[in-house]
């Protein structure tokens, strides 16, 4: 059964950190680009951070970009979002999402072009 799992969510302050994992089981994220999505209560689903397969392209919303990283390490089967600097405006449910289009090598930030989706984690961030 092909599954995704995030972890690492919680509460944290305005200014702290958070580092939210990926790890897929039943089949290997080699040929797969994933995204990050987030989704706050109200409002429609955003996507936060993508990566190709072979972790060469990246690619992050206006709103976090310079405060959040994406990474990958294919030998764990795991792709990482480390967040810096987090506001009150970046909570959310957060998923991961795999998508095997043209073998993970070119990005795409479309959520309708993601076939396999996590349950979500969720991130709180205030005072």
């Known amino acids: 059964q092909l599954q995704l799992a995030e972890s690492g969510g919680g509460l944290v302050q305005p200014g702290g950190s958070l580092r939210l994992s990926c790890a897929a089981s039943?089949?290997?994220?080699?040929?797969?680009?994933i995204g990050w999505f987030r989704q706050a209560p109200g409002k429609e689903r955003e996507g936060v951070s993508f990566?190709?397969?072979?972790?060469?392209?990246?690619s992050y919303a206006d709103s976090v970009k310079g405060r959040f990283t994406i990474s990958r390490d294919n030998a764990k089967n795991t792709v990482y979002l480390q967040m810096d600097s987090l506001r009150p405006e970046d909570t959310a449910l957060y998923y991961c999402?795999?998508?095997?289009?043209?073998?993970?090598?070119?990005?795409?930030?479309?959520?309708?072009?993601?076939?396999?989706w996590g349950q979500g984690t969720q991130v709180t961030v205030s005072s």
């Open positions: 039943g089949f290997t994220l080699d040929y797969f680009a």
């Open positions: 999402a795999a998508t095997p289009l043209a073998l993970g090598v070119t990005l795409t930030t479309n959520p309708k072009q993601y076939d396999y």
């Open positions: 990566i190709n397969s072979s972790g060469g392209s990246t």
